[in-house]
T-cell receptor, first 113, second 115 residues
Framework: AQSVTQLGSHVSVSEGALVLLRCNYS??????LFWYVQYPNQGLQLLLK??????LVKGINGFEAEFKKSETSFHLTKPSAHMSDAAEYFC???????????FGKGTRLHILP | EPEVTQTPSHQVTQMGQEVILRCVPI?????FYWYRQILGQKVEFLVS????????KSEIFDDQFSVERPDGSNFTLKIRSTKLEDSAMYFC?????????????FGPGTRLTVL
């Protein structure tokens, strides 16, 4: 069975500072990994996804994530936080034979002025 | 840009009542999903639907739940007799193909409150 663990339910960073949201996964087969973002009163929007083509994945809004098999991690980063990045971020995993997505509990990102 | 829509945005019901949550997936998508998120908990898979039948369901999706594609555009989730613990945000999603790496597009959700 697949699962993801997100470290930290709340993360606060100053505007302009590095954003780092942590995600570790568990999967018995090669996984597909995703980061979704949810802005207030909106649905889940895909930020980026790892599908085995490249370990460093670039997404929308300046976010990127690196797949590290040895660490079973898929941490999300952004060099410089912007106020508009304040949202809830979900790490998720899927495998090729399934079409369901398994989500982590989410991390709420707060941006401090 | 095409998007998944859901109605209503908020539904309040009494315990034991039936509710139907509605979704309009993206028009050329063939795979449809329902997920739910109980307040403070993770988003959980409920069911996937393809070619007018359920392709996979979770243990949460018991006999009280059913899904239907009544016409060419809508995809509904029915809860036959709601319980307090059904209170959650329900998300509909759709994708072009049902493979694991394909993006699922999510709707804004319906917040269900069972009193």
């Amino acid at each position: 069975a697949q699962s993801v663990t997100q470290l930290g339910s709340h993360v606060s960073v100053s505007e302009g500072a590095l954003v780092l949201l942590r995600c570790n996964y568990s999967s018995s087969v090669p996984p597909y990994l995703f980061w979704y973002v949810q802005y207030p009163n909106q649905g889940l929007q895909l930020l980026l996804k790892y599908t085995s083509a490249a370990t460093l994945v670039k997404g929308i809004n300046g976010f990127e994530a690196e797949f590290k098999k040895s660490e079973t991690s898929f941490h999300l980063t952004k060099p410089s936080a912007h106020m508009s990045d304040a949202a809830e971020y979900f790490c998720a995993v899927s495998v090729s034979r399934d079409d369901k997505i398994i989500f982590g509990k989410g991390t709420r990102l707060h941006i401090l002025p | 840009e095409p998007e998944v829509t859901q109605t209503p945005s908020h539904q309040v019901t009494q315990m034991g009542q039936e509710v139907i949550l509605r979704c309009v997936p993206i028009s050329n998508h063939l795979y449809f999903y329902w997920y739910r998120q109980i307040l403070g908990q993770k988003v959980e898979f409920l069911v996937s639907f393809y070619n007018n039948e359920i392709s996979e369901k979770s243990e949460i999706f018991d006999d009280q739940f059913s899904v239907e594609r009544p016409d060419g555009s809508n995809f509904t989730l029915k809860i036959r007799s709601t319980k307090l613990e059904d209170s959650a945000m329900y998300f509909c999603a759709s994708s072009e193909t049902g493979t694991g790496y394909n993006e699922q597009f999510f709707g804004p959700g319906t917040r269900l409150t069972v009193l």
